[in-house]
């Protein structure tokens, strides 16, 4: 292939036309060429007078030589994975979230046929539960945002951004695009899904996997694993199973499998994670501080990543930013307040929001229970509870007001947008000293970066407390844990952090489930 980069458009072009006109700007006879694609699309806002989209450009000549000046680019093919299965035992994979689809995926490409048991329902019903949580704060605990197809990607943005570097990345967006996610994903800087469309999607992996042998057990959650001498048998609440490979792609949420796991021998142990708040801004004024008011480009709503190291040693960083987003209530049992960001494909609310968190470190817990940092995500999700008056809403304050350590008692022009509902509160009184010391520290700073980010109306919504998971299941070189036969996966396992990197895991746990036999 050769590569063009670097490529200044200032105009609102569709991608055919961005092709025609790169090629002919760099002599390319049309004739020679036999594909051609756009394989980047970013927008280069740093100069407010001078904002323009930069693309680069990937086609297939004839005759390469004849364009000695132009980058060539070569591809390594992906392997071929030897298609055997020699046991009489289907593989096993606990949870329907990316981690476990894209290993089912990948396993049924391969001749298997694996079983995937998730403990919520379908996404159909279980876009109802979602609903009716936000409606009326009725949560179901077996099936929630955190619980049921999808994962918990699903009532999120759909972003498909990751900080990791992996081959497989590649293949998880064209899978994403297979299924009916829009083309552009495979080559905008910053992709994203939008829950809408993450609804449609979900199914047509599921008809995928069922045509070529794959079977779901649905609202079946696993209540004890044991391992025999050469079995494993998986029990769950409707039914049991044996195997001999069994995938643990259970989510971060997955708090009772991780005390079970534990009380079963399975080697865990504390991580790194983050807890903090939710803010919400206006759009529009985000779009004006990122790409200024003399553009006439028709861009998309603007989005943020900022991070500030405190003079405490920690770091305040932004997470899952949903540009035209809403806050969600995101708990996964009754007596919790857990938030996170979500958005549709057009991103056209009125609020953008994203979660402003600060790192949590394992020393931090006294003792040596691996599960510590569980504990301490409870703790604070109850404490919200509690402040937002104990019946499912969310605690909610000014950014003024939380600076100034003070009980908000109005709201300004920016209306909080979590459901079922909200209360007016003091978020410092639940938050341990040092994430409300950075948090400050933090938003103050990133309001010298983007304009406005420390506006007195701005709204910070309580807690969230599920960007990662608190622990890690031990894997080796295999990816297998320290019971022969099991293979943490993904987010849940520590693996990941976000659709595409939990992907790319459940990904590379199915080759080596492959590649053992």
């Not at 289907?90 to 949870?95: A, V």
């Not at 080559?187 to 008809?207: A, F, M």
């Not at 391992?227 to 490979?245: A, M, Q």
Request: net charge negative; charged share 25%.
């Amino acid at each position: 292939m050769l590569r063009l980069e670097n490529v200044k458009v200032y105009k609102d072009l569709d991608e055919q036309e961005v092709i025609r006109r790169t090629l002919i700007k760099n002599w390319v006879d049309e004739d020679d060429v036999i594909t051609a694609n756009v394989v980047k699309k970013s927008i280069d806002a740093r100069d407010k007078k001078n904002v323009h989209y930069t693309y680069a450009i990937e086609f297939d000549v004839k005759d390469e030589s004849k364009y000695p000046k132009i980058k060539h680019i070569e591809y390594e093919t992906e392997p071929l994975i030897n298609k055997r299965r020699n046991s009489n035992y289907k593989p096993i994979i606990i949870g329907a979230g990316p981690a476990g689809l894209f290993c089912a995926l990948t396993l049924v490409e391969n001749g298997y046929e694996p079983v995937i048991i998730e403990q919520g329902a379908k996404v159909d019903e279980r876009i109802k539960y979602v609903s009716e949580y936000r409606e009326t704060g009725k949560l179901n605990e077996m099936c929630n945002v955190q619980f049921g197809e999808g994962g918990a990607g699903t009532f999120s943005d759909g972003k498909l951004t990751t900080g990791i570097n992996s081959p497989y990345i590649k293949k998880v967006l064209h899978y994403f695009h297979e299924f009916g996610a829009p083309k552009e994903i495979l080559y905008l800087n910053k992709p994203h899904i939008g829950t809408d469309n993450l609804v449609e999607i979900l199914k047509n992996i599921r008809s995928y996997i069922e045509s070529k042998g794959g079977k779901y057990y649905f609202n079946n959650k696993v209540v004890d694993i044991q391992k025999g001498e050469k079995l494993i048998k998986v029990s769950c609440s409707k039914n049991d199973f044996f195997t001999d490979t069994l995938v643990l792609a259970i989510g971060h949420s997955a708090r009772d499998t991780y005390k079970m796991l534990l009380d079963n021998g399975m080697d865990i142990v504390r991580k790194n994670f983050s807890v903090g708040l939710r803010i919400e801004h206006k759009q529009e004024m985000i779009n004006e501080t990122q790409y200024g008011n003399i553009t006439e480009l028709n861009l998309p709503p603007a989005e943020y990543k900022l991070v500030h190291h405190a003079e405490n040693g920690r770091s305040c960083y932004t997470f899952c930013m949903c540009p035209g987003g809403e806050v969600i209530a995101s708990a996964s049992n009754d007596g919790e307040i857990v938030t996170n960001g979500m958005s549709t494909f057009k991103r056209d609310k009125e609020n953008a929001n994203g979660a402003l968190l600060v790192n949590v470190l394992t020393t931090d817990f006294k003792g040596d229970d691996p599960l510590a940092g569980m504990y301490f995500q409870e703790d604070l999700e109850h404490k919200a509870y509690e402040l937002g008056g104990s019946n499912g809403f969310a605690p909610v304050q000014r950014v003024e007001d939380f600076l100034n350590n003070k009980v908000s008692t109005k709201i300004g022009d920016i209306i909080p947008s979590y459901k079922p509902g909200y209360k007016l509160s003091n978020l410092n009184d639940i938050l341990p000293k040092f994430v409300s010391e950075t948090l400050k520290e933090g938003i103050l700073a990133f309001d010298k970066k983007l304009n406005g980010f420390a506006s007195p109306d701005a709204i910070l919504t309580g807690v969230e407390t599920r960007s990662s998971s608190p622990v890690t299941i031990v894997r080796n070189e295999e990816l297998m844990s320290n019971l022969e036969g099991i293979y943490p996966c993904g987010e849940g396992a520590g693996y990941a952090g976000g659709i595409t990197s939990a992907a790319v895991d459940g990904i590379k746990v199915a080759i080596k489930i492959i590649e053992k036999e």
